[in-house]
């Protein structure tokens, strides 16, 4: 079994910035096996995809992060990370990570991903 572990999240005003962290522990688990994502979910709507990087650092941005968000990961630390920058109000949501079996994908699809955080609340102020 995996577990994800998020943190970082918090009150913030818009165009500030915060930097979520997601560590991942678990028996025979090896972090760099797996492509990493990050999601999230505001009140009263769906779950929507944010960014995902693969093994090999190759990533995949939605549009509405794109130049604002950055991910990263830190393959020895079992950690990946979220630099967010220039924040709206509109990415106020609880923002979750998540683990996909397949290295090399980069997948923006929620059921394509086998494990997932409790999730961090980030609220941005207007």
């Known amino acids: 079994q995996v577990q994800l572990v998020e943190s970082g999240g918090g009150l913030v005003q818009a165009g500030g910035s915060l930097r979520l962290s997601c560590v991942a522990s678990?028996?025979?688990?090896?972090?760099?096996?797996?492509?990493m994502g990050w999601f999230r979910q505001a009140p009263g709507k769906e779950r929507e995809f944010v960014v995902v990087?693969?093994?090999?650092?190759?990533?995949y941005y939605a549009g509405s992060v794109k130049g604002r968000f950055t991910v990263s990961r830190d393959n020895a630390k079992n950690t990946v990370y979220l630099q967010m920058n220039s924040l709206k109000p509109e990415d106020t949501a609880i923002y979750y990570c998540?683990?996909?079996?397949?290295?090399?994908?980069?997948?923006?699809?929620?059921?394509?991903?086998?494990?997932w955080g409790q999730g961090t609340q980030v609220t941005v102020s207007s």
């Open positions: 998540a683990a996909d079996e397949a290295p090399d994908r980069r997948s923006k699809y929620a059921r394509d991903y086998d494990y």
């Open positions: 678990g028996r025979s688990f090896t972090f760099s096996n797996y492509a």
């Open positions: 990087i693969n093994r090999s650092g190759g990533t």
